[in-house]
């Protein structure tokens, strides 16, 4: 059966398809229940869309991905590996803090999600 966000967020597509546009990130945001995780998701995607060096906004860098990720998944698969060892890196050096225990630290759960 499939996930219940991956369902809401193509019940939100094809509304948005329909319209005669399609922004992914308010799709993927769209499909994300709770408040403070839909607050704290667009800075991050913004960290990893500026990782990738995709043009600004926001809303154009997630299009970018989008994009891209339909021309060639694994460069998607290949620069999000890159981030998440760049992230690990940045863990040993004591420049960010690490994954607590139970949350996995906010990123690499999700990430899924993001290239579903």
């Known amino acids: 059966m499939r996930?219940?966000?991956?369902v809401i967020?193509?019940?939100?597509?094809?509304?948005?398809?329909?319209?005669?546009?399609?922004?992914?990130l308010s799709v993927f945001i769209y499909a994300l229940?709770?408040?403070?995780t839909r607050r704290q998701w667009p800075r991050r995607l913004k960290?990893?869309?500026d990782?990738?060096?995709l043009e600004e906004p926001i809303e154009q860098q997630a299009r970018q991905f989008?994009?891209?990720?339909?021309?060639?998944?694994q460069w998607a698969q290949h620069n999000l590996f890159r981030f998440m060892v760049f992230q690990q890196e940045r863990v040993k050096q004591g420049k960010i803090s690490g994954p607590t225990r139970g949350h996995g630290g906010g990123w690499f759960p999700s990430?899924?999600?993001?290239?579903?």
């Open 3 to 6: 996930n219940k966000l991956a």
């Open 9 to 24: 967020a193509d019940e939100e597509q094809q509304h948005q398809e329909q319209q005669g546009y399609q922004d992914p």
């Open 51 to 53: 990782f990738l060096k």
């Open 33 to 36: 229940k709770a408040p403070e």
């Open 111 to 116: 990430t899924p999600f993001i290239l579903s």
């Open 66 to 73: 989008l994009m891209k990720t339909k021309q060639d998944f």
């Open 47 to 49: 960290i990893f869309f």
